[in-house]
């Protein structure tokens, strides 16, 4: 499949990527590593007429640490976070999540900015046009109906970044510029549940920077895919502790990671995260895997998981 024409424009600073933004409302995207945005242009899901590369804004590409958090620009690669010896000393769950990305030849080339805000996918969806169009559009392309799940009136596209979930574990923030400025929200904030538009950002939001604050953690981070080599999660699960107040996330299904706080000291918490997750996710059969299974195996992960952390092993 080859690449349409658009203009393509390679801005230093931020504020001139915005500039470009708002002068071609509509038809412009933001590009970081290209990894997940290339694809979804090739195959016609996005059309834009101009794309804005940020790799060039310096200020995106450092990572930082100071006493309360690590500040990670949206440009550093997924192979350079997950070699930072902060995030392998402090954030198992993290590391585990980034070694977990796909493969080291994307992790080189993808960022963590690009990976929190890549879009939601479906096999019904992530098609050439001309399946697509065979097939009648979804709703996500603008159709009546989900291709997914008869009748249905709403998306069900999984979310499936790997490290969103562990992120959110850690009480991660972000911070996006705007034209009107920039604001610092919870990362967990910038989901909408829905999965035909997954995000709150406004239109032209940049994403700048991700704050994890600057503690040890216990934690890890699990998941299920057809090959271990390469592929996106079809569930993910991660956890992290600090003095026995822990986080579950649960990805890979549906619009936005799920989570759930638990407290290691109450009897039997392992084995109530477990079931409480696995009750609220919702697959529908828009994987490879049946929604059935993708169920059991939340259960699944997530015990493994808590035997992990009691110090069991996997
Ligand atoms: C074969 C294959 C396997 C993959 N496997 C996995 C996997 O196992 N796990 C996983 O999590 N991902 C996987 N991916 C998805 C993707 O490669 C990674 O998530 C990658 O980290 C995306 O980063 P990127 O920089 O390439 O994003 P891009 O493609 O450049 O951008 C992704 C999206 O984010 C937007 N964007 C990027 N940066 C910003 C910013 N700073 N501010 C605002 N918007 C921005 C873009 O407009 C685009 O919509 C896979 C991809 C492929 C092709």
Known sequence: MILPEFEYKKPKVIKKALQL???NRGDAVYLSGGTDLVPRIKQRLEKPSIVI???NISSLNKIELSRSWLKIGANVTIYELKNHPFVKDNLPAL???????ACETIQMRGTIGG????NTRCLFYNKSDEWRKAKGYCLKMGGQVCNAVKGAKMCFANYTSDNAPALITLETQVRLSGVDGSRQIPLAAIFSGKSDRPFTLQPGEILTHIFIPANKTRGCYLKIRVRDSIDYPLVGAAASLKNGNGCL???GIGAKPLHFDFDETEDGWGE???REAASHVTPVANTVLSPTYRKK???????????????EGC
């Open 249 to 251: 996330a649960i990805g």
């Open 272 to 274: 109530r995260i477990a």
């Open 297 to 311: 195996m939340v259960y699944v992960l997530v015990k493994r998981i808590v035997r992990k952390l009691s110090g």
């Open 95 to 101: 590391a585990d999540s980034l070694e977990a990305t």
């Open 53 to 55: 590369d940020l790799k």
């Open 115 to 118: 990976n929190v805000l890549q």
């Open 21 to 23: 933004f708002q002068a």
